[in-house]
Protein backbone atom coordinates (compact mmCIF):
# COMPACT_ATOMS: atom_id res chain seq x y z
CA UNK A 1 0.00 0.00 0.00
CA UNK A 2 1.35 3.50 -1.16
CA UNK A 3 1.63 5.50 2.04
CA UNK A 4 1.32 9.16 2.47
CA UNK A 5 0.57 11.38 5.57
CA UNK A 6 -2.66 12.47 3.96
CA UNK A 7 -3.96 9.65 4.87
CA UNK A 8 -4.54 9.18 9.17
CA UNK A 9 -4.29 5.90 10.80
CA UNK A 10 -8.02 5.88 11.53
CA UNK A 11 -8.44 5.48 8.06
CA UNK A 12 -6.75 2.26 7.03
CA UNK A 13 -9.55 -0.08 7.61
CA UNK A 14 -11.95 2.14 5.11
CA UNK A 15 -8.85 2.46 2.96
CA UNK A 16 -8.17 -1.04 2.88
CA UNK A 17 -11.90 -2.16 2.34
CA UNK A 18 -12.00 0.10 -0.25
CA UNK A 19 -9.14 -1.35 -1.80
CA UNK A 20 -10.79 -4.79 -1.65
CA UNK A 21 -13.96 -3.81 -2.93
CA UNK A 22 -12.13 -2.18 -5.72
CA UNK A 23 -10.07 -5.04 -6.35
CA UNK A 24 -12.63 -7.58 -6.85
CA UNK A 25 -14.59 -5.67 -9.53
CA UNK A 26 -11.39 -5.43 -11.07
CA UNK A 27 -10.38 -9.63 -10.81
CA UNK A 28 -14.01 -10.11 -11.84
CA UNK A 29 -13.98 -8.63 -15.19
CA UNK A 30 -16.30 -5.49 -14.36
CA UNK A 31 -15.51 -2.60 -17.01
CA UNK A 32 -17.74 0.68 -17.11
CA UNK A 33 -17.33 3.65 -19.27
CA UNK A 34 -18.35 6.75 -17.40
CA UNK A 35 -20.49 9.13 -19.86
CA UNK A 36 -21.02 13.39 -19.26
CA UNK A 37 -23.79 13.97 -16.50
CA UNK A 38 -26.47 14.85 -19.07
CA UNK A 39 -25.70 11.25 -20.66
CA UNK A 40 -25.96 9.76 -17.22
CA UNK A 41 -29.24 11.47 -16.13
CA UNK A 42 -30.95 10.43 -19.48
CA UNK A 43 -29.86 7.16 -19.19
CA UNK A 44 -30.78 6.57 -15.70
CA UNK A 45 -34.16 8.49 -16.08
CA UNK A 46 -35.68 5.28 -18.09
CA UNK A 47 -38.15 3.72 -16.31
CA UNK A 48 -36.40 0.19 -16.98
CA UNK A 49 -33.17 1.44 -15.04
CA UNK A 50 -34.80 2.63 -11.52
CA UNK A 51 -32.62 -0.17 -9.88
CA UNK A 52 -30.14 -1.93 -10.44
CA UNK A 53 -29.70 -5.09 -11.83
CA UNK A 54 -25.63 -5.97 -11.91
CA UNK A 55 -22.86 -4.71 -10.64
CA UNK A 56 -21.92 -2.03 -13.29
CA UNK A 57 -25.68 -0.56 -12.40
CA UNK A 58 -24.32 -0.07 -8.64
CA UNK A 59 -20.95 1.20 -9.19
CA UNK A 60 -21.14 2.45 -12.75
CA UNK A 61 -24.37 3.91 -12.77
CA UNK A 62 -25.25 4.60 -9.33
CA UNK A 63 -28.42 3.39 -9.08
CA UNK A 64 -30.06 2.28 -6.06
CA UNK A 65 -30.05 -1.36 -5.49
CA UNK A 66 -32.10 -3.84 -3.40
CA UNK A 67 -30.87 -5.61 -0.81
CA UNK A 68 -29.95 -8.80 -1.33
CA UNK A 69 -29.06 -7.87 -5.22
CA UNK A 70 -25.38 -8.15 -4.32
CA UNK A 71 -22.80 -11.23 -2.63
CA UNK A 72 -23.05 -10.58 0.55
CA UNK A 73 -18.74 -10.42 -0.04
CA UNK A 74 -19.47 -7.08 -1.64
CA UNK A 75 -21.90 -5.50 0.79
CA UNK A 76 -19.55 -6.19 3.88
CA UNK A 77 -16.70 -4.39 1.78
CA UNK A 78 -19.32 -1.47 0.86
CA UNK A 79 -20.47 -1.73 4.81
CA UNK A 80 -17.01 -1.83 6.37
CA UNK A 81 -16.28 1.05 3.63
CA UNK A 82 -18.76 3.05 4.57
CA UNK A 83 -20.11 3.67 1.26
CA UNK A 84 -23.33 1.35 1.42
CA UNK A 85 -25.90 3.51 1.62
CA UNK A 86 -29.69 3.73 3.33
CA UNK A 87 -32.26 5.59 0.55
CA UNK A 88 -35.49 4.25 1.76
CA UNK A 89 -36.10 0.78 1.56
CA UNK A 90 -32.72 0.55 -0.88
CA UNK A 91 -29.57 1.21 -1.26
CA UNK A 92 -27.01 2.59 -2.89
CA UNK A 93 -23.18 3.10 -4.00
CA UNK A 94 -21.10 6.26 -2.39
CA UNK A 95 -18.66 5.70 -4.96
CA UNK A 96 -17.72 4.87 -8.35
CA UNK A 97 -15.46 2.90 -10.48
CA UNK A 98 -14.55 3.27 -13.92
CA UNK A 99 -11.92 1.66 -16.35
CA UNK A 100 -9.39 3.69 -18.23
CA UNK A 101 -6.33 2.81 -20.32
CA UNK A 102 -6.08 -1.04 -18.26
CA UNK A 103 -6.93 0.80 -15.21
CA UNK A 104 -9.76 0.71 -12.27
CA UNK A 105 -10.21 3.56 -11.14
CA UNK A 106 -12.47 4.66 -7.78
CA UNK A 107 -14.29 8.08 -7.51
CA UNK A 108 -17.13 9.76 -6.40
CA UNK A 109 -20.47 8.60 -7.04
CA UNK A 110 -23.18 10.49 -9.51
CA UNK A 111 -24.53 12.69 -9.14
CA UNK A 112 -20.90 14.51 -7.80
CA UNK A 113 -22.86 17.47 -5.93
CA UNK A 114 -20.41 17.23 -2.60
CA UNK A 115 -17.97 20.39 -2.74
CA UNK A 116 -15.39 17.44 -2.72
CA UNK A 117 -16.62 15.35 -5.20
CA UNK A 118 -13.90 13.39 -7.27
CA UNK A 119 -15.10 14.12 -10.78
CA UNK A 120 -14.61 11.76 -13.22
CA UNK A 121 -16.02 12.06 -17.08
CA UNK A 122 -15.28 12.65 -20.55
CA UNK A 123 -12.85 15.11 -19.49
CA UNK A 124 -11.07 12.34 -17.63
CA UNK A 125 -10.47 10.37 -21.12
CA UNK A 126 -10.05 12.87 -23.69
CA UNK A 127 -7.10 14.02 -20.95
CA UNK A 128 -5.49 10.60 -21.02
CA UNK A 129 -5.76 10.51 -24.87
CA UNK A 130 -3.69 13.54 -24.76
CA UNK A 131 -1.29 11.96 -21.72
CA UNK A 132 -0.70 8.88 -24.01
CA UNK A 133 -0.20 10.46 -26.80
CA UNK A 134 2.35 12.68 -25.71
CA UNK A 135 4.27 9.90 -23.14
CA UNK A 136 4.49 7.60 -26.23
CA UNK A 137 6.43 10.11 -27.87
CA UNK A 138 8.66 11.21 -25.73
CA UNK A 139 11.95 9.80 -25.98
CA UNK A 140 13.86 10.50 -22.60
CA UNK A 141 12.99 8.73 -19.45
CA UNK A 142 10.75 10.36 -17.03
CA UNK A 143 12.40 10.39 -13.03
CA UNK A 144 10.22 12.80 -11.57
CA UNK A 145 6.82 13.81 -12.46
CA UNK A 146 3.81 15.59 -10.76
CA UNK A 147 0.44 15.32 -11.50
CA UNK A 148 -1.26 18.34 -10.40
CA UNK A 149 -5.39 18.49 -8.97
CA UNK A 150 -4.93 14.65 -9.37
CA UNK A 151 -8.92 13.67 -8.85
CA UNK A 152 -8.76 9.59 -8.73
CA UNK A 153 -4.89 9.55 -9.60
CA UNK A 154 -5.43 8.26 -13.16
CA UNK A 155 -3.11 10.37 -14.97
CA UNK A 156 -0.40 9.69 -11.80
CA UNK A 157 -1.26 6.09 -12.47
CA UNK A 158 -0.76 6.27 -16.15
CA UNK A 159 2.86 7.68 -15.84
CA UNK A 160 3.90 5.76 -13.02
CA UNK A 161 2.95 2.48 -14.89
CA UNK A 162 4.55 3.79 -18.24
CA UNK A 163 8.21 4.38 -15.95
CA UNK A 164 7.88 2.27 -13.53
CA UNK A 165 11.04 3.62 -11.92
CA UNK A 166 9.92 7.13 -11.74
CA UNK A 167 8.79 8.93 -8.64
CA UNK A 168 5.13 10.41 -9.38
CA UNK A 169 3.30 13.16 -7.17
CA UNK A 170 -0.03 12.99 -6.95
CA UNK A 171 -1.12 16.77 -6.05
CA UNK A 172 -4.27 17.38 -4.35
CA UNK A 173 -5.79 19.94 -1.52
CA UNK A 174 -8.87 17.68 -1.72
CA UNK A 175 -8.63 14.84 1.05
CA UNK A 176 -11.04 12.60 -0.88
CA UNK A 177 -8.95 12.85 -4.23
CA UNK A 178 -5.96 11.78 -2.04
CA UNK A 179 -7.98 8.90 -0.47
CA UNK A 180 -9.44 7.88 -3.97
CA UNK A 181 -5.59 7.94 -5.44
CA UNK A 182 -4.76 5.68 -2.50
CA UNK A 183 -7.02 3.54 -3.33
CA UNK A 184 -6.65 3.54 -6.88
CA UNK A 185 -2.59 2.99 -6.98
CA UNK A 186 -2.67 0.16 -4.55
CA UNK A 187 -5.30 -1.95 -7.29
CA UNK A 188 -3.47 -0.79 -9.71
CA UNK A 189 -0.19 -1.96 -8.92
CA UNK A 190 1.51 1.44 -9.21
CA UNK A 191 3.61 1.76 -5.72
CA UNK A 192 5.73 4.67 -7.31
CA UNK A 193 2.52 7.11 -7.38
CA UNK A 194 3.18 9.01 -3.92
CA UNK A 195 -0.12 11.64 -2.77
CA UNK A 196 0.33 14.63 -1.23
CA UNK A 197 -1.61 17.06 -0.29
CA UNK A 198 -0.39 20.79 -1.92
CA UNK A 199 -1.86 23.71 -3.34
CA UNK A 200 -0.38 23.30 -7.20
CA UNK A 201 3.21 22.77 -6.54
CA UNK A 202 3.51 24.58 -2.76
CA UNK A 203 3.49 20.86 -1.06
CA UNK A 204 5.83 19.55 -3.19
CA UNK A 205 10.30 20.14 -3.93
CA UNK A 206 12.66 20.22 -6.51
CA UNK A 207 12.05 20.29 -10.26
CA UNK A 208 10.11 17.67 -12.49
CA UNK A 209 11.01 16.26 -15.87
CA UNK A 210 6.53 15.74 -16.48
CA UNK A 211 4.07 18.06 -15.10
CA UNK A 212 0.63 17.28 -16.21
CA UNK A 213 -2.91 18.79 -14.69
CA UNK A 214 -6.21 18.49 -16.02
CA UNK A 215 -7.86 21.15 -13.94
CA UNK A 216 -11.36 22.56 -13.21
CA UNK A 217 -12.11 25.35 -15.76
CA UNK A 218 -15.93 26.28 -15.48
CA UNK A 219 -17.13 29.19 -13.50
CA UNK A 220 -19.59 27.32 -10.82
CA UNK A 221 -21.85 29.44 -9.01
CA UNK A 222 -21.61 26.60 -6.10
CA UNK A 223 -17.57 27.02 -6.44
CA UNK A 224 -16.82 23.04 -6.07
CA UNK A 225 -13.76 22.52 -5.98
CA UNK A 226 -13.50 20.30 -8.92
CA UNK A 227 -15.38 22.51 -11.05
CA UNK A 228 -14.62 25.61 -9.94
CA UNK A 229 -11.74 27.16 -12.37
CA UNK A 230 -11.68 30.68 -10.80
CA UNK A 231 -11.47 34.10 -12.85
CA UNK A 232 -14.23 35.48 -15.15
CA UNK A 233 -14.81 32.35 -17.82
CA UNK A 234 -13.07 29.79 -15.45
CA UNK A 235 -8.98 29.86 -16.67
CA UNK A 236 -7.59 31.32 -13.52
CA UNK A 237 -6.30 27.91 -12.09
CA UNK A 238 -5.31 26.93 -15.57
CA UNK A 239 -3.38 29.94 -15.92
CA UNK A 240 -2.12 29.44 -12.05
CA UNK A 241 -1.14 25.96 -13.40
CA UNK A 242 0.93 27.44 -16.44
CA UNK A 243 2.78 29.66 -14.33
CA UNK A 244 3.65 27.38 -11.41
CA UNK A 245 4.86 24.49 -14.00
CA UNK A 246 7.15 26.85 -15.87
CA UNK A 247 9.01 27.63 -13.02
CA UNK A 248 9.53 23.50 -12.10
CA UNK A 249 10.83 22.06 -14.93
CA UNK A 250 14.19 20.65 -15.54
CA UNK A 251 16.20 20.85 -18.78
CA UNK A 252 14.04 19.07 -20.88
CA UNK A 253 11.07 18.74 -18.89
CA UNK A 254 7.81 18.77 -20.37
CA UNK A 255 4.40 20.33 -19.28
CA UNK A 256 0.78 18.87 -20.26
CA UNK A 257 -2.21 20.79 -19.74
CA UNK A 258 -5.48 19.73 -20.49
CA UNK A 259 -7.86 22.47 -19.70
CA UNK A 260 -11.49 23.90 -21.39
CA UNK A 261 -11.44 27.59 -22.70
CA UNK A 262 -14.30 29.91 -23.29
CA UNK A 263 -13.99 31.20 -26.59
CA UNK A 264 -15.58 34.82 -26.99
CA UNK A 265 -16.24 36.09 -30.58
CA UNK A 266 -13.76 33.94 -32.08
CA UNK A 267 -10.94 34.40 -29.84
CA UNK A 268 -9.40 32.46 -27.10
CA UNK A 269 -8.82 34.53 -23.74
CA UNK A 270 -6.68 31.71 -22.31
CA UNK A 271 -4.11 31.70 -24.92
CA UNK A 272 -3.55 35.03 -25.40
CA UNK A 273 -2.97 35.21 -21.43
CA UNK A 274 -0.76 32.40 -21.54
CA UNK A 275 1.34 33.89 -24.09
CA UNK A 276 3.26 36.21 -22.15
CA UNK A 277 4.12 33.27 -19.91
CA UNK A 278 5.33 30.83 -22.53
CA UNK A 279 7.52 33.44 -24.64
CA UNK A 280 10.69 32.80 -23.16
CA UNK A 281 14.18 31.76 -25.00
CA UNK A 282 14.23 28.24 -23.05
CA UNK A 283 10.41 27.23 -23.84
CA UNK A 284 9.06 25.42 -26.75
CA UNK A 285 5.44 24.95 -27.02
CA UNK A 286 2.38 23.65 -28.93
CA UNK A 287 -1.51 24.36 -28.73
CA UNK A 288 -4.48 22.97 -30.12
CA UNK A 289 -8.14 22.05 -29.74
CA UNK A 290 -8.81 18.55 -29.05
CA UNK A 291 -12.60 19.20 -28.87
CA UNK A 292 -14.47 22.20 -30.13
CA UNK A 293 -17.56 22.01 -28.38
CA UNK A 294 -17.89 20.55 -24.54
CA UNK A 295 -20.31 21.53 -22.16
CA UNK A 296 -22.74 23.68 -23.86
CA UNK A 297 -25.48 23.71 -21.40
CA UNK A 298 -22.97 26.18 -19.51
CA UNK A 299 -23.55 28.64 -22.48
CA UNK A 300 -26.88 29.21 -20.73
CA UNK A 301 -25.59 30.85 -18.20
CA UNK A 302 -25.15 34.51 -17.34
CA UNK A 303 -21.12 34.47 -17.14
CA UNK A 304 -21.12 33.05 -20.83
CA UNK A 305 -23.09 35.36 -22.48
CA UNK A 306 -20.52 36.50 -24.32
CA UNK A 307 -19.02 33.10 -25.26
CA UNK A 308 -19.30 30.97 -28.06
CA UNK A 309 -18.53 27.78 -27.06
CA UNK A 310 -16.32 25.98 -24.47
CA UNK A 311 -13.45 24.29 -26.38
CA UNK A 312 -10.96 21.67 -24.93
CA UNK A 313 -7.53 22.78 -25.70
CA UNK A 314 -3.96 20.59 -25.35
CA UNK A 315 -1.34 23.01 -24.46
CA UNK A 316 2.71 21.46 -24.28
CA UNK A 317 5.44 23.10 -22.89
CA UNK A 318 8.75 21.85 -23.05
CA UNK A 319 12.08 23.51 -21.53
CA UNK A 320 15.15 23.00 -23.42
CA UNK A 321 17.74 20.94 -22.55
CA UNK A 322 20.85 22.21 -20.97
Not at 106 to 114: D, F, L, R, V
Not at 175 to 197: D, H, K, M
Request: charged letters at 25%; proline letters at 6%.
Amino acid sequence: MVEHPAIQEDDELRIDALIALTSYLKDGGYRFITPSPATHARVNNRPVNALANRLEDVFGWSRPFEEGLLPDVVFAMMDHAGVALREGDDWRSAIRVSTLDGLWLMHSAYPTTEADAVFFGPDTYRFAIALRQMMDARREPVRRAVDIGTGSGCAALMVARQWPDAEVWAADINAAALEATQVNASVNGTPNVIPCESNLLAGVEGDFDLIVANPPYLVDASERAYRHGGGPLGAGLSLAIVEAALARLAPGGTLLLYTGVAIVQGDDPFLEAAKPMLKRDDITWSYREMDPDIFGEELLSACYAETDRIAAVVLTATRRGA
